[in-house]
């Protein structure tokens, strides 16, 4: 299952400081979480959406109300919370392990259909939110070499691009293949 959690940080002071704290402290303990199989940061290129964007690779919902989950990674951001703003977290249907986005590459999400990203010439995967904010209800995902990014002309509507900012990082463990 694809889990995504979107933010943006209202805090210019600190907010280096918060990329850090994710990206290097953050990503690493929820990998290592029972459940986890990839986890992947990313930023928003354009407005109309939140800054930032995280996208896991999880067996199901059960990994996020595990004690493992809370003890590692779940909830720690008490220093920064007063500074998180049009946060996000939905979970969707499987698709497999979320695609890995190389720093050459954008990850296009798009919430009006299929079309959009097959008219930038790509291939996009479906996702249908089951659980959490379950907002929006359906979402494209497909990954832009950035090089065919498009420059001067706008964005066809609903789609956002996100520049990654970490790799993305691995769990050794198999992903589980038992679905209810």
């Known amino acids: 299952m694809i889990y995504t959690v979107e933010c943006s940080f209202a805090d210019p002071a600190s907010e280096a400081e918060w990329n850090d704290f994710y990206s290097l402290q953050k990503l690493p303990a929820l990998?290592?979480?029972?459940?986890?199989?990839?986890?992947?940061r990313f930023k928003a290129i354009g407005g109309g959406c939140p800054v930032y964007l995280a996208v896991?690779?999880?067996?199901?919902?059960d990994v996020l109300t595990g004690d493992?989950?809370?003890r590692k990674g779940g909830?720690?951001?008490?220093?920064?919370q007063q500074h998180i703003t049009d946060w996000h977290r939905n979970l969707y249907?499987?698709?497999?392990?979320?695609?890995?986005?190389a720093h050459d590459e954008r990850l296009a999400?798009?919430?009006?259909?299929?079309?959009?990203?097959?008219r930038l010439g790509l291939e996009p995967?479906?996702?249908?939110?089951?659980a959490l904010e379950q907002h929006p209800a359906r979402r494209w995902l497909a990954v832009l070499p950035r090089d065919?990014?498009?420059?001067?002309?706008?964005?066809?509507?609903?789609?956002?691009?996100?520049?990654?900012?970490?790799?993305?990082?691995?769990?050794?463990?198999?992903?589980?293949?038992?679905?209810?």
């Open 31 to 40: 990998i290592s979480v029972s459940g986890f199989h990839t986890s992947q």
């Open 56 to 61: 896991h690779t999880i067996d199901d919902l």
């Open 68 to 70: 493992d989950y809370r």
């Open 75 to 80: 909830g720690n951001f008490a220093k920064w």
């Open 93 to 101: 249907d499987d698709i497999g392990l979320a695609p890995a986005v």
């Open 109 to 118: 999400l798009c919430t009006d259909g299929p079309d959009p990203l097959v």
């Open 125 to 130: 995967l479906a996702l249908q939110a089951v």
């Open 148 to 180: 065919r990014a498009p420059r001067d002309e706008p964005l066809p509507d609903g789609v956002h691009l996100y520049a990654p900012m970490t790799d993305q990082l691995t769990s050794a463990r198999p992903l589980s293949t038992v679905r209810e």
